[in-house]
């Protein structure tokens, strides 16, 4: 079916600049119509066309049309400017390898969750049709927020720029060819939110029709398209993971034996694309205290420990497997290909940075912003501070804080860290008297003749703002992949009507069972009360007490509370969980 229909419609001539008779203007694509835009991809097509089932004349008006719509719109754009799918056509074929993903992977799913057998037939169809106009414009608002597109006439001049939400490129008279550029500092994930302005332009009215006709599937196809993860649902999980599929596959994760290899991407090119993506989404703030990095001219400043462990989580997160766990074989792999600014025979500098009243000791690597970024309009903002070499660059120091953490006897016994699986245990104080892992920072202050008398007798200081961050980070991002569970039994994130609720001690033990380098799960914990983003109970403790109840049974946890939901939950809030309450009478 697919092949007669392209037969049947053949592409419009060229522009007389791609016959050579005129100049084509640089960095420029020619509009060209649906039908050659989708004719490279029509194995991807018949490929929807068996995953969906339905008869020849509903694939052409619910499927087909939506699918030509949508090439007019994007055209050849790129998906990214130096990220997945960063080509010519890369939007459009990253959106049609996301939704042969979807479509397959709903084969495995029962919708809607939870139906009688007479239900899920009923329904079958507008579902499937919720996860592939959901996979669609899932990135449709890219080419309007991100994008900026220059339009061109026959000869090549300028006649303006391309106003998506007015009509499609060639909707303008005269419009021949197209050059793209990115726009500068734009807000990561604004096209979520402004797909759905735009669902319009490519969905036919009759199929809006048809998905608001199940409630139910309307809603989780609303919160997919805008990204809110929490009314997404299992729609929102389905397109999430074809999309990082997709992504992945991109950029070079898990090629196929038969890949050519020129198609594997080296590992060192993988590191680079991750700290590019973590840099421009801010998932590793700079130039500010307390972030992983800072630029200083024409270099890049990043706290070692940190931003491998980012680089490492982010590309298995995005289905890489392979990727060294070991932080020195990281390094060895960015110094060998010159990615790293060496000092002298080592990737590590000790340095100072210093800000508007701070300033930290910090181990970092060094990274030419080149090498990163080959366009320098796409360089990161310069730091306003310093970055310094220390003095004794090269000799390890230990930095003594007395006031890291109160003592143990200033918590309250139900106050302090345990270990909910055994809560008979006593706890035992610990003491770490190693110096701080790569990357932590060491605040300066002036040390009183008395210390040093006392020196023996002091604590190390332990705190980090990093360890913090990247736990945080870690929570968010599991619960935005949902490879952390939450709100279902044995979870330890539980959304609930006062807020969100991180079990205690589990979830920090989880943390540590993944990150070797941690000694305990103590010590994340402490670290985290002391952000001071939890609410204490009305005695003054830390940890809550909710009871869980279910399938007549109940049991009681003890967890912290934090009251924003949206600390954890980037995308969208979550349902409180009904089977979580708080208990009235707490000790």
Same mark, same amino acid.
């Given at each position: 079916m697919m092949l007669n229909f392209f037969q049947k419609h053949k592409p419009p001539p060229a522009p007389a600049a791609l016959l050579g008779e005129c100049p084509v203007p640089p960095h420029s694509y020619p509009v060209l119509s649906s039908n050659a835009l989708?004719?490279?991809?029509?194995?991807?097509?018949?490929?929807?066309?068996?995953?969906?089932?339905?008869?020849?004349?509903?694939?052409?008006? &619910?499927?087909?049309?939506?699918?030509?719509?949508?090439?007019?719109?994007?055209?050849?754009?790129?998906?990214?400017?130096?990220?997945?799918?960063?080509?010519?056509?890369?939007?459009?074929?990253?959106?049609?390898?996301?939704?042969?993903?979807?479509?397959?992977?709903?084969?495995?799913?029962?919708? #809607?969750?939870?139906?009688?057998?007479?239900?899920?037939?009923?329904?079958?169809?507008? $579902?499937?049709?919720?996860?592939?106009?959901?996979?669609?414009?899932?990135?449709?608002?890219?080419?309007?927020?991100?994008?900026?597109?220059?339009?061109?006439?026959?000869?090549?001049?300028?006649?303006?720029?391309?106003?998506?939400?007015?009509?499609?490129?060639?909707?303008? #008279?005269?419009?021949?060819?197209?050059?793209?550029?990115?726009?500068?500092?734009?807000?990561?994930?604004?096209?979520?939110?402004?797909?759905?302005?735009?669902?319009?332009?490519?969905?036919?009215?009759?199929?809006?029709? $048809?998905?608001?006709?199940?409630?139910?599937?309307?809603?989780?196809?609303?919160?997919?398209?805008?990204?809110?993860?929490?009314?997404?649902?299992?729609?929102?999980?389905?397109?999430?993971?074809?999309?990082?599929?997709?992504?992945?596959?991109?950029?070079?994760?898990?090629?196929?034996?038969?890949?050519?290899?020129?198609?594997?991407?080296?590992?060192?090119?993988?590191?680079?694309?991750?700290?590019?993506?973590?840099?421009? +989404?801010?998932?590793?703030?700079?130039?500010?205290?307390?972030?992983?990095?800072?630029?200083?001219?024409?270099?890049?400043?990043?706290?070692?420990?940190?931003?491998?462990?980012?680089?490492?989580?982010?590309?298995?997160?995005?289905?890489?497997?392979?990727?060294?766990?070991?932080?020195?074989?990281? &390094?060895?792999?960015?110094? +060998?290909?010159?990615?790293?600014?060496?000092?002298?025979?080592?990737?590590?500098?000790?340095?100072?940075?210093?800000?508007?009243?701070?300033?930290?000791?910090?181990?970092?690597?060094?990274?030419?912003?080149?090498?990163?970024?080959?366009?320098?309009?796409?360089?990161?903002?310069?730091?306003?501070?310093?970055?310094?070499?220390?003095?004794?660059?090269?000799?390890?120091?230990?930095?003594?804080?007395?006031?890291?953490?109160?003592?143990?006897?200033?918590?309250?016994?139900?106050?302090?860290?345990?270990?909910?699986?055994?809560?008979?245990?006593?706890?035992?104080?610990?003491?770490?008297?190693?110096?701080?892992?790569?990357?932590?920072?060491?605040?300066?202050?002036?040390?009183?003749?008395?210390?040093?008398?006392?020196?023996?007798?002091?604590?190390?200081?332990?705190?980090?703002?990093?360890?913090?961050?990247?736990?945080?980070?870690?929570?968010?991002?599991?619960?935005?992949?949902?490879?952390?569970?939450?709100?279902?039994?044995?979870?330890?994130?539980?959304?609930?009507?006062?807020?969100?609720?991180?079990?205690?001690?589990?979830?920090?033990?989880?943390?540590?069972?993944?990150?070797?380098?941690?000694?305990?799960?103590?010590?994340?914990?402490?670290? &985290?009360?002391?952000?001071?983003?939890? +609410?204490?109970? +009305?005695?003054?403790?830390?940890?809550?007490?909710?009871?869980?109840?279910?399938?007549?049974?109940?049991?009681?946890?003890?967890?912290?509370?934090?009251?924003?939901?949206?600390?954890?939950?980037?995308?969208?809030?979550?349902?409180?969980?009904?089977?979580?309450?708080?208990?009235?009478?707490?000790?």
């Amino acid at each position: 079916m697919m092949l007669n229909f392209f037969q049947k419609h053949k592409p419009p001539p060229a522009p007389a600049a791609l016959l050579g008779e005129c100049p084509v203007p640089p960095h420029s694509y020619p509009v060209l119509s649906s039908n050659a835009l989708l004719a490279p991809h029509s194995a991807a097509i018949n490929r929807i066309e068996e995953l969906v089932g339905v008869p020849a004349a509903y694939f052409q008006q &619910f499927y087909l049309r939506p699918l030509h719509h949508y090439a007019r719109f994007v055209q050849q754009l790129p998906a990214s400017e130096a990220h997945h799918h960063a080509h010519a056509g890369g939007l459009l074929e990253h959106a049609l390898e996301v939704i042969v993903t979807a479509l397959s992977l709903r084969q495995g799913y029962l919708l #809607p969750p939870g139906a009688a057998v007479e239900t899920l037939v009923h329904l079958k169809d507008v $579902w499937t049709y919720a996860v592939f106009t959901a996979a669609l414009c899932h990135d449709l608002a890219k080419p309007a927020v991100d994008q900026k597109v220059s339009l061109f006439d026959a000869l090549g001049q300028p006649i303006g720029t391309w106003d998506p939400w007015a009509g499609d490129i060639d909707s303008q #008279p005269d419009v021949h060819w197209y050059g793209v550029e990115f726009v500068r500092n734009r807000t990561y994930r604004l096209h979520e939110k402004a797909s759905m302005l735009l669902v319009h332009r490519i969905i036919p009215t009759t199929g809006l029709t $048809w998905l608001a006709s199940d409630r139910q599937a309307f809603s989780a196809w609303c919160g997919c398209v805008c990204g809110d993860a929490g009314q997404a649902d299992v729609l929102g999980e389905i397109v999430s993971l074809a999309d990082r599929q997709s992504v992945g596959q991109s950029l070079g994760a898990d090629p196929s034996p038969k890949a050519a290899k020129s198609q594997v991407v080296p590992l060192h090119e993988k590191l680079v694309i991750a700290l590019r993506q973590l840099v421009d +989404e801010n998932t590793l703030p700079l130039n500010r205290n307390g972030a992983a990095g800072w630029r200083s001219g024409n270099k890049l400043w990043l706290v070692s420990k940190r931003a491998v462990d980012s680089m490492r989580l982010y590309l298995n997160q995005s289905g890489h497997s392979g990727i060294p766990t070991e932080n020195q074989r990281l &390094f060895d792999v960015l110094q +060998e290909h010159t990615i790293l600014e060496p000092n002298q025979d080592r990737a590590i500098w000790r340095m100072t940075v210093q800000g508007d009243g701070w300033s930290h000791d910090f181990t970092l690597i060094c990274i030419p912003l080149i090498k990163v970024w080959q366009n320098p309009d796409a360089w990161p903002e310069e730091f306003t501070g310093s970055v310094s070499a220390q003095p004794n660059d090269g000799e390890a120091t230990i930095t003594y804080n007395l006031n890291a953490f109160p003592d143990d006897g200033d918590l309250a016994p139900s106050d302090r860290p345990f270990d909910l699986d055994n809560p008979n245990q006593q706890d035992k104080p610990r003491v770490n008297a190693a110096p701080a892992s790569d990357g932590e920072a060491s605040p300066k202050r002036k040390e009183k003749p008395a210390d040093k008398a006392n020196l023996a007798t002091q604590k190390p200081e332990v705190s980090s703002n990093h360890t913090t961050d990247e736990f945080l980070a870690w929570v968010v991002a599991g619960l935005a992949d949902r490879s952390l569970d939450y709100n279902n039994p044995g979870a330890r994130v539980h959304v609930v009507r006062e807020g969100v609720l991180l079990v205690s001690p589990g979830i920090f033990k989880d943390y540590v069972k993944l990150h070797k380098d941690i000694d305990s799960w103590e010590t994340v914990q402490k670290k &985290f009360l002391k952000l001071a983003l939890h +609410e204490r109970t +009305e005695g003054g403790l830390n940890v809550h007490q909710y009871r869980v109840s279910g399938n007549n049974n109940s049991a009681k946890i003890m967890a912290l509370l934090l009251k924003d939901v949206r600390l954890l939950f980037k995308a969208g809030t979550p349902s409180p969980n009904p089977h979580v309450v708080k208990l009235v009478a707490e000790p």
